[in-house]
């Protein structure tokens, strides 16, 4: 066994890959205040996941995870579909497509795949602290399977940010601009999605769609109250979420709880901490300008 297969450090490293992938992508859903598409899109993967073993007999591989990414921006196209006919709004449109594809999936493998290896509660919760079991070998090293394809999802997603940053920072904060300006906006958000979607399926086996939905969300909503610059933001967002990993292992292991739930945890810690530290920053913002205004002149 070598030192990447040890369980501490492919738990931490896998928690760190799933973390920062997350982040990256989560920023630009959080700053477009559709977080509750991470949501959506997490819970409807499972659907994707039985209707891709019904179809190809493949429980893991490249062809699952095209799947179940698909169904994950079927599930946003429906949410939109029903959002355009203006009797919805987003949130309710929300609340009943990734229910309703969730359920289908859950009731497909009970169905047809019930001595199969696909089970709803793993795709929930995941658990993190078996990664290291499952490993294979690369260039002669035995590298746990869940790290590895988090890392070159992670490698995935930031190529594509770096390549379509531009588009990517128009799109989010003016589509109609980006419309304008002939740029297809759409396209640039739904592959942004699919790489979501992507990201969430292979990180499910892992750590589950409940840590990874708090992985996209959390981690920028902190950064976001600490700055408004877009590239420190992101960063930020990757830090503190590859931070809770380590943090949230440790604190695991001390108190012998879930891992998966105190890495969850130590995110909203830090979000908790960043909105401290926006308050005492707006007190003392308050208190300057108490200083630098002139008393009020009193009549005679």
């Keep these: 066994m070598t030192w990447l297969a040890e369980p501490s450090v492919a738990i931490v490293l896998t928690g760190v890959m799933v973390g920062m992938s997350a982040a990256l992508l989560g920023s630009f859903l959080v700053l477009r205040g559709n977080s509750m598409l991470a949501d959506a899109i997490s819970h409807s993967i499972l659907f994707g996941i039985a209707?891709?073993?019904?179809?190809s007999g493949q429980t893991s591989g490249p062809l699952q995870i095209a799947g179940?990414?698909?169904?994950?921006v079927f599930a946003v196209y429906l949410i939109e579909l029903l959002t355009r006919t203006q009797r919805l709004r987003d949130d309710a449109a929300i609340g009943l497509v990734f229910p309703a594809l969730f359920s289908i999936g859950v009731v497909l493998?009970?169905?047809?795949?019930?001595?199969?290896?696909?089970?709803?509660?793993?795709?929930?919760l995941g658990e993190i602290g078996f990664v290291w079991l499952d490993t294979l070998a690369v260039a002669g090293i035995e590298v746990p399977r869940a790290t590895l394809t988090m890392a070159v999802m992670l490698v995935i997603d930031a190529l594509f940010v770096i390549a379509f940053f531009k588009l990517l920072k128009l799109a989010t904060f003016d589509r109609d601009l980006a419309s304008a300006?002939?740029?297809?906006?759409?396209?640039?958000?739904?592959?942004?999605?699919?790489?979501?979607s992507g990201t969430a399926v292979a990180a499910?086996?892992?750590?589950?769609?409940?840590l990874f939905i708090t992985f996209v969300v959390v981690p920028p909503a902190a950064a976001f109250l600490l700055t408004r610059a877009l590239v420190p933001m992101i960063l930020l967002a990757m830090f503190m979420a590859a931070l809770s990993a380590p943090v949230g292992y440790a604190l695991a292991i001390l108190w012998d709880v879930s891992i998966s739930g105190m890495m969850a945890l130590v995110n909203g810690f830090f979000l908790l901490i960043a909105y401290l530290l926006r308050w005492w920053r707006g007190v003392r913002a308050g208190r300057a300008e108490a200083l630098v205004q002139p008393p009020p002149s009193s009549s005679a």
């Design 181 to 196: 300006l002939g740029l297809a906006p759409g396209f640039i958000l739904y592959a942004h999605l699919t790489l979501l």
């Design 68 to 72: 179940a990414a698909l169904s994950g």
């Design 51 to 55: 209707l891709t073993w019904l179809l």
């Design 204 to 210: 499910f086996d892992a750590v589950g769609v409940v």
């Design 109 to 124: 493998i009970n169905v047809y795949a019930r001595d199969v290896h696909l089970d709803e509660h793993t795709v929930l």
